[in-house]
């Protein structure tokens, strides 16, 4: 009898127990590089001093590679991948995830990874881009009901452009990158060929974009193109447009 009643209590905590959730490779978003692959196949690790450079290593070696050129590194460049060198920063609960920022302005490197509840790190995302500042943090912003990791940043340059980088959580709970070629497809459609939208960026939290035009033979100063104005939602883990107003006319 007492065995049965053990059985019992088992099967019972079975039944309550918290459903496994799936974690699915994603795509890794680099910046800095010219010929990344898409997808990666590479285990979660838990210790970032032994482990963060080898993991960025068979995701893009020719970074740490490249990274050998700079003589006013005097140690080996695996250590500034190393708590020793990096700043480490917690951003905070994102789902099942919670946020990690890691940089080093000696290397121009950040990283944002996220950790499980095993307390195992996730790459998410690797910066080497020189024109990118290392000193933005990542942060986790409400849009239309849901929870959006946002790792934008304006880039050095008059062209104020933005890296655009804006991540949304799936049905099961990991994360996938925002797809905004609906909002470029849109402007290309409604403007004149050769005219375009050359400076600024998405802020993905603001659902009307609006930006000047810029005519074909404009200085980056002075667009006379008119304005456009785009409104959009976000439908699983992309932009949908829903309405486009375009003024030619409009002065700047």
């Given at each position: 009898?007492?065995?049965?009643?053990?059985?019992?209590?088992?099967?019972?905590?079975?039944?309550?127990?918290?459903?496994?959730?799936?974690?699915?490779?994603?795509?890794?978003?680099?910046?800095?590089?010219?010929?990344?692959?898409?997808?990666?196949?590479?285990?979660?690790?838990?210790?970032?001093?032994?482990?963060?450079?080898?993991?960025?290593?068979?995701?893009?070696?020719?970074?740490?590679?490249?990274?050998?050129?700079?003589k006013s590194i005097s140690e080996n460049i695996q250590a500034q991948y190393t708590k020793k060198f990096l700043k480490?920063?917690?951003?905070?609960?994102?789902?099942?995830?919670?946020?990690?920022?890691?940089?080093?302005?000696?290397?121009?490197?950040?990283?944002?990874?996220?950790?499980?509840?095993?307390?195992?790190?996730?790459?998410?995302?690797?910066?080497?881009?020189?024109?990118?500042?290392?000193?933005?943090?990542?942060?986790?912003?409400?849009?239309?009901?849901?929870?959006?990791?946002?790792?934008?940043?304006?880039?050095?340059?008059?062209?104020?452009?933005?890296?655009?980088?804006?991540?949304?959580?799936?049905?099961?709970?990991?994360?996938?990158?925002?797809?905004?070629?609906?909002?470029?497809?849109?402007?290309?459609?409604?403007?004149?060929?050769?005219?375009?939208?050359?400076?600024?960026?998405?802020?993905?939290?603001?659902?009307?974009?609006?930006?000047?035009?810029?005519?074909?033979?404009?200085?980056?100063?002075?667009?006379?193109?008119?304005?456009?104005?785009?409104?959009?939602?976000?439908?699983?883990?992309?932009?949908?447009?829903?309405?486009?107003?375009?003024?030619?006319?409009?002065?700047?």
């Amino acid at each position: 009898m007492k065995l049965f009643l053990l059985l019992m209590a088992w099967l019972a905590c079975l039944a309550y127990a918290e459903p496994a959730t799936e974690v699915r490779q994603w795509e890794i978003t680099i910046d800095g590089d010219e010929e990344a692959p898409r997808k990666y196949a590479y285990k979660p690790f838990s210790n970032i001093d032994k482990e963060y450079a080898q993991k960025i290593n068979e995701i893009c070696w020719w970074n740490i590679a490249d990274d050998y050129k700079n003589k006013s590194i005097s140690e080996n460049i695996q250590a500034q991948y190393t708590k020793k060198f990096l700043k480490i920063r917690n951003i905070g609960t994102w789902g099942k995830w919670n946020v990690i920022d890691v940089s080093n302005a000696n290397i121009n490197h950040k990283g944002i990874l996220l950790q499980d509840k095993n307390k195992k790190y996730y790459i998410l995302y690797l910066q080497f881009d020189e024109a990118i500042s290392v000193d933005f943090l990542p942060f986790i912003a409400n849009v239309q009901g849901r929870e959006i990791l946002i790792a934008d940043v304006e880039l050095s340059g008059t062209a104020r452009e933005h890296t655009e980088n804006y991540f949304v959580l799936d049905s099961l709970g990991n994360p996938a990158k925002i797809d905004l070629s609906a909002i470029r497809k849109a402007i290309n459609k409604a403007v004149p060929t050769g005219w375009g939208v050359w400076k600024g960026g998405i802020d993905i939290r603001d659902p009307a974009y609006s930006s000047p035009v810029w005519k074909r033979n404009d200085a980056n100063c002075c667009p006379t193109g008119g304005e456009i104005t785009i409104h959009f939602s976000l439908v699983g883990a992309a932009l949908q447009v829903n309405r486009v107003h375009y003024d030619q006319h409009r002065k700047q």
